[in-house]
């Protein structure tokens, strides 16, 4: 059994340890974009101020990513803060997996192909469609149609999810040039034929999470398999099309599309076929992966399930055996915090609302979504409506939840995530990043004075920048672009900022202090909230960000 030795030199507060993960706020260059300093956060300026205050680390090689151009995000980041490790993720694996060919000999690949030869049916390939490499990776997509065209599968479809959340804005049709050179380069010599079935934006269909819409799965079930929809000829009709319509839409909320041939859709995905899911991170990939192979499904009018091979880029939970197909084994992350803490019989508690919830249980504890024995969860039921529109989200009522949560003595860890500086920043709409942010800076307020009254600690940190960047950077002259109108370009994506690591500790009862930790990251978190909690992490976590006693 994992356990936990005691810290002779403190033995932990009298209330409890609250970490709490500002998701999304992290520390901007540029004070024109900076919408987190731009907000009025008089609490987060005092603690600033007056608390432990450092900054770590929450993007590239600090949470498992191929490299530090590579922006953090929400899943990797609780995998770092929840298991106290540097675990190589999604993207680092599926591109080791390319490399060494150890996709290509698997035995699900194997089995896909064989498939669509023996049947002479269509393999295809849904996904996000960029380089954002938080979900996916267009290189892994060409990667895997070059390797099909040599293993003699003739005709493959894809199907693009738009992104604009992890890329600039508007950026598809960069893509979208890229990949039509690519496919007409793979089918100029008339042996395959490869092409774009259908499609459309990440938050229209398909990449619903957290059972929170299921009308977008609907929405890119209809799509994908059925082949309904608007149909057009090329992807880029469709792209131009919708932004004449619509004059300002990003990508991320384009609506679906179908292409046409000879008057008939393209590529539905019919009896016979092989589907390969090639997003790499989970949370978006449950619901589809769930429309193809449950046997019953009452989510949406689904049909009677298709009589396709069906497979993930890789296994997207644990616990449920999703998929039941993968092409790339998922990072086998244990002895995470929570688990050290249950054997050491801390009760914890654990909070968010939908848009997060997953995040501060299933990723926190290591891509598992089953509780630990001392551990209480609690969802709040996000708003299915555009953030913009109401970019409070659910902050109160966190709070309140959390505070009622500090006052019952029954706890000795809290954790919770304020989802608004993250799924608001994603709008790229300035004004409601603004009151985003001040709603987690009161919900922080309020904890403050709990855990004050309740003589306990509170961590504050974030999984990741994001209302901390809101405008696109000339990567050249390091200056914010401009459009024509002299106006900011709005971005829409992570940062690769620094977050903040804050340790408030008002009755000082833990004589707290910031250590000399080497780079530190959001994965030093664990050590530092195990400390506070009064016992000594494991040898092998990253160091606590401070020393007690």
Not at 83 to 88: A, E, L, N
Not at 171 to 192: Q, R
Not at 452 to 480: F, P, R, W
Not at 519 to 534: K, Q, W, Y
Request: glycine share 10%; with cysteine; aromatic share 8%.
């Amino acid at each position: 059994m994992n356990e936990l030795s005691k810290n002779p030199a403190f033995g932990g507060p009298e209330g409890p340890v609250v970490l709490v993960v500002m998701d999304g706020v992290g520390i901007g260059k540029h004070a024109e974009s900076d919408y987190v300093k731009i907000a009025h956060t008089p609490n987060l300026d005092w603690l600033r101020e007056h608390a432990i205050y450092t900054e770590v680390k929450a993007h590239g090689v600090a949470v498992g990513l191929p490299d530090d151009s590579d922006m953090g995000n929400s899943e990797v980041g609780h995998n770092a803060i929840g298991c106290g490790r540097v675990f190589s993720q999604g993207a680092a694996l599926v591109e080791n997996a390319i490399a060494s060919e150890s996709m290509f000999e698997g035995a699900i690949w194997k089995e896909l192909v064989a498939n669509v030869k023996e049947n002479q049916s269509s393999m295809h390939f849904i996904g996000l469609f960029s380089d954002g490499n938080v979900h996916s990776n267009l290189n892994h997509l060409e990667a895997m149609l070059s390797r099909a065209k040599s293993e003699g599968v003739k005709k493959a479809r894809i199907h693009p999810l738009i992104d604009g959340r992890d890329v600039p804005p508007t950026s598809v049709l960069d893509y979208v040039e890229n990949f039509d050179k690519f496919l007409t380069d793979i089918n100029a010599d008339g042996t395959v034929d490869y092409c774009v079935a259908s499609g459309g934006g990440r938050m229209y269909i398909t990449m619903d999470r957290y059972n929170a819409n299921w009308s977008m799965v609907e929405r890119g079930w209809n799509t994908h398999v059925k082949g309904e929809g608007r149909r057009f000829a090329t992807m880029r009709d469709a792209v131009e099309t919708y932004r004449k319509e619509k004059p300002g839409i990003l990508d991320q909320d384009l609506p679906a599309f179908v292409i046409e041939r000879d008057g008939a859709p393209v590529g539905p995905i019919v009896e016979g076929d092989s589907v390969v899911f090639f997003n790499f991170r989970g949370d978006r990939s449950l619901e589809i992966t769930k429309a193809f192979e449950a046997e019953e499904l009452t989510e949406f009018d689904r049909g009677p399930k298709p009589n396709v091979i069906y497979a993930g880029m890789m296994q997207y939970d644990g616990d449920l055996q999703v998929p039941e197909k993968y092409l790339v084994s998922p990072p086998a992350i244990d002895r995470t915090m929570s688990e050290y803490l249950s054997n050491a019989g801390v009760k914890q508690f654990a909070i968010s609302e939908t848009q997060k919830y997953g995040h501060v249980t299933y990723f926190f504890n290591g891509n598992n979504s089953g509780k630990f024995a001392t551990e209480t969860w609690q969802e709040i039921l996000s708003d299915v409506i555009p953030f913009e529109e109401a970019p409070r989200m659910k902050a109160d009522e966190i709070t309140d939840a959390v505070v009622e949560a500090i006052e019952s003595g029954e706890y000795r860890f809290i954790r919770l995530n304020y989802p608004n500086g993250d799924m608001v920043g994603h709008t790229g709409v300035t004004d409601a990043v603004k009151v985003a942010i001040e709603a987690v800076d009161e919900g922080v307020g309020r904890i403050m004075e709990a855990v004050k009254k309740a003589k306990g600690i509170a961590v504050l940190s974030a999984d990741h920048g994001n209302s901390d960047d809101m405008c696109e950077v000339d990567k050249k002259t390091g200056k914010l672009k401009l459009d024509d109108e002299g106006k900011f370009l709005p971005k829409t994506a992570h940062s690769l900022n620094p977050v903040p690591a804050i340790v408030y500790d008002p009755a000082k009862v833990s004589g707290a202090r910031l250590a000399d930790v080497k780079d530190p990251g959001i994965a030093n978190l664990a050590a530092t909230c195990i400390t506070l909690l009064g016992f000594q992490p494991p040898a092998d976590y990253t160091p606590s960000l401070v020393e007690v006693g």
